[in-house]
C-alpha cells in the first residue's frame, strides 16, 4: 500500500511529526572511530500553515527556529515525521546567497539572479532593481571579496528578495545593513507578504514580528509552546522569558 | 512543485514542469562554471595549472630515471603519470563530493542530479584537460600514433568518470571517520609505485605482477600502452580476471552515483 498524498496550494506548508536530530560522532578512548551521538533539535512538531499566511517563529536562542527552516527548506532531514511544501522555498539565513567572491556585484546579481530562476530576458531589469535597492552606487562592480559584512548582506538580500519564491524562510537576516537598509529591506517584505506569498520569519525582534506577522509559532526545547495569534504568542514568549 | 521531506527522501511529487527542467539546466551549467572559477582562484594561469600538472610531473620523472640510468620509455611514464594523476584527482574528489550539498546555491534546495551532472562533465572536462597536451606530445613529438592517442583521451575520460563514482561509495565513511582520506593519500602514493605507472606491467614479477591484474588502473594504463605500441602486458591478460576487476569496479562506480542523493540526505544532519 503506497503512501496517499493530498495536494497542497502552492505557497502550502505541512508540517506533521516532524522530528529532526544532528547526529555527531562521539570518540572516546574505547572507541576510537566512534559512535553516533544524536541531539534531538526538534521534537513531533505539526501544523499547516497556509497560502498567504505571514508567521512568526518565536523563541530563545537554541530552541530550534533554525532547524525548523533548514528543516522545511530541504537542507536538514527529518529523523522523524514529515514536511511537504508546494512552490518554490527560500531561505534566507544569514548574508549569504552564495555570492562568488571573485565576481563584481553586478555579475553576482546577474548570475545568482539567473540560477535562481529569472528568465534570461528580464535579467537586465532584475540587475537594476537589485543595485537600485542595496545602493551600493560604484561598489556595486567591484569584487565582492572586497565587501564589508554589511554590503554583502544588503547584495544578499537584494538578490533574493528581487526573486520570486512561493515560500519565503528568513532567518533573523533583517537585522543585517545600517538603519536605512534595515527599514527598505522591511518595505520590501512587505511588499512581498502584499504579493500573498508564504513568509516564515524567525526572529527576536518582537516589534518587527507584530507587525509584519498574523500568526506566531512559539518553539521551546523543539517542542511547539504556544501556536496562535501573533499578539498572544509574544505574550506567552515574554513570560517564558521573565520565568 | 510539490516535496516531501522524511527520513529517507527528499522528493519532488508529481511531474517536473518544463520550466523547472530548464532551471536545472541553468543550474548545473552555473555549478560547473564555479567549480572551474574555483579551481583557477587567483591564479594568473588559471586552469591552465591542470593543463600543465601532469607534463611537469612527467618530465620530473623522466629526469629522475634518466639519473637513475633506469630503462625507460617517456611515452610509457608519460601515459602512466598522465592517467594515475586523473584517476588521483577523482578520487579525492570523490570522497569529498558530499562537502558541498547546496552547489553553491545557499537559498534553495537544488536536486542531486543538478550536481551530478556538473561533477560529471567536469571530471570528463578535467580529463581532456590534462591527457590532450600529453597526446599531442605523444602524437608530435614522439611519434605515437594518433588511433592510440585518441584511445589516451577517451580512455582517460572513462577513468576519471569511474574513479569519481568509485570513491563516491567511500564519502560517507569519510564523513564520519576523516582520517580515512589521509589514509587514502597515502594508500594512493603507495599505488603510484606498485601501479603500472612508471614502468608497463611486463616489468613487473610473481607477485607483484599478479597482485596488479586486480588493479583496475592496470588496465588502463595497459590497453593504453598497448594501443599505443609501447611495452605493455595487455596479451598476458586473463579475461576472466579482466572482466571481473573491470566488472566490479564499474559496477561500484554506478552505485556511487546512484547512491549519492541518499548519502547527500543522510549527511544533512551531521553536525
Redesign the interface.
Known amino acids: 500500500m503506497g503512501v496517499e498524498?493530498v495536494?497542497?496550494k502552492v505557497g502550502e506548508i505541512k508540517v506533521s511529526g516532524l522530528c529532526?536530530?544532528?547526529?555527531?560522532?562521539l570518540r572516546t578512548k574505547l572507541r576510537p572511530?566512534?559512535k553516533i551521538d544524536s541531539?534531538r533539535a526538534l521534537d513531533s512538531l505539526d501544523f499547516t500553515v497556509s497560502p498567504g499566511e505571514v508567521v512568526g517563529i518565536i523563541g530563545r536562542n537554541g530552541s530550534g527556529k533554525s532547524t525548523l527552516l533548514k528543516?522545511i527548506?530541504?537542507?536538514?532531514?527529518?529523523?522523524?515525521?514529515?514536511?511537504?511544501?508546494?512552490?518554490?522555498?527560500?531561505?534566507?539565513?544569514?548574508v549569504?546567497?552564495?555570492l562568488?567572491l571573485?565576481?563584481s556585484g553586478r555579475e553576482n546579481a546577474r548570475?545568482?539572479g539567473?540560477?535562481?530562476?529569472t528568465n534570461q530576458k528580464a535579467i537586465e531589469s532584475f540587475v537594476n532593481s537589485v543595485e537600485e535597492f542595496c545602493n551600493l552606487k560604484e561598489a556595486f562592480d567591484r569584487k565582492v571579496g572586497g565587501y564589508s559584512t554589511g554590503m554583502r548582506g544588503k547584495l544578499g538580500f537584494g538578490i533574493?528578495t528581487e526573486l520570486e519564491?512561493d515560500i519565503l524562510l528568513i532567518d533573523e537576516t533583517l537585522g543585517v545593513g545600517d538603519r536605512e537598509f534595515r527599514a527598505k529591506a522591511q518595505m520590501r517584505l512587505r511588499n512581498f507578504i502584499g504579493q500573498s506569498g508564504t513568509v516564515l520569519i524567525s526572529t527576536h525582534s518582537l516589534g518587527l514580528a507584530k507587525e509584519l506577522c498574523t500568526r506566531g509559532i512559539l518553539l521551546e526545547n523543539g517542542r511547539i509552546e504556544y501556536d496562535g495569534s501573533i499578539e498572544d504568542t509574544i505574550g506567552k514568549y515574554v513570560d517564558i522569558t521573565n520565568g | 512543485m510539490h516535496r516531501r521531506m522524511d527520513k529517507h527522501r527528499c522528493e519532488i511529487i508529481g511531474k517536473v514542469d518544463a520550466e523547472s527542467l530548464r532551471l536545472e539546466k541553468r543550474r548545473s551549467q552555473f555549478i560547473l562554471r564555479n567549480k572551474f572559477r574555483n579551481i583557477a582562484g587567483n591564479n594568473r594561469l588559471g586552469i591552465l595549472w591542470i593543463v600543465l600538472e601532469p607534463l611537469v610531473f612527467s618530465l620530473v620523472y623522466l629526469f629522475v630515471l634518466t639519473v637513475l640510468r633506469a630503462r625507460l620509455s617517456p611515452e610509457s611514464i608519460f601515459v602512466g603519470i598522465t592517467l594515475f594523476g586523473i584517476l588521483t584527482t577523482s578520487i579525492m574528489s570523490g570522497i569529498d563530493a558530499i562537502g558541498d550539498y547546496t552547489g553553491g546555491l545557499r537559498c534553495e534546495r537544488i536536486r542531486t542530479r543538478v550536481l551530478i551532472i556538473p561533477m560529471v562533465k567536469y571530471r570528463i572536462i578535467d580529463a581532456i584537460c590534462r591527457s590532450s597536451p600529453v597526446a599531442i606530445i605523444l602524437l608530435f613529438l614522439l611519434g605515437s600514433p594518433p588511433a592510440g592517442c585518441i584511445f589516451f583521451v577517451l580512455c582517460s575520460m572513462v577513468l576519471a568518470v569511474s574513479c569519481e563514482g568509485f570513491a563516491l561509495n567511500f564519502s560517507r565513511m569519510i564523513h564520519h571517520i576523516p582520517d580515512l582520506k589521509i589514509v587514502i593519500r597515502y594508500f594512493l602514493r603507495f599505488m603510484f609505485f606498485t601501479s603500472p605507472v612508471l614502468f608497463p606491467l611486463s616489468m613487473a614479477q610473481g607477485i607483484h605482477f599478479h597482485a596488479n591484474l586486480f588493479n583496475p588502473f592496470t588496465y588502463y594504463s595497459e590497453s593504453t600502452r598497448f594501443v599505443l605500441g609501447l611495452e605493455s602486458a595487455y596479451t598476458d591478460f586473463e579475461s576472466l580476471t579482466f572482466s571481473l576487476t573491470m566488472g566490479v569496479s564499474l559496477i561500484l562506480a554506478i552505485r556511487g552515483f546512484y547512491k549519492i542523493d541518499s548519502f547527500r540526505w543522510e549527511l544533512s544532519s551531521w553536525s
Not at chain 1, 529532526?20 to 560522532?25: F, K, M, N, R, S
Not at chain 1, 539567473?114 to 530562476?117: E, F, I, K, V
Open positions: 498524498f495536494v497542497l529532526t536530530d544532528y547526529d555527531d560522532l572511530f566512534g541531539f528543516t527548506n530541504g537542507f536538514l532531514r527529518p529523523s522523524e515525521g514529515y514536511v511537504e511544501t508546494s512552490g518554490r522555498v527560500f531561505l534566507l539565513a544569514g549569504d546567497p552564495g562568488i571573485g565576481l548570475l545568482l539567473l540560477a535562481y530562476g533574493i519564491p
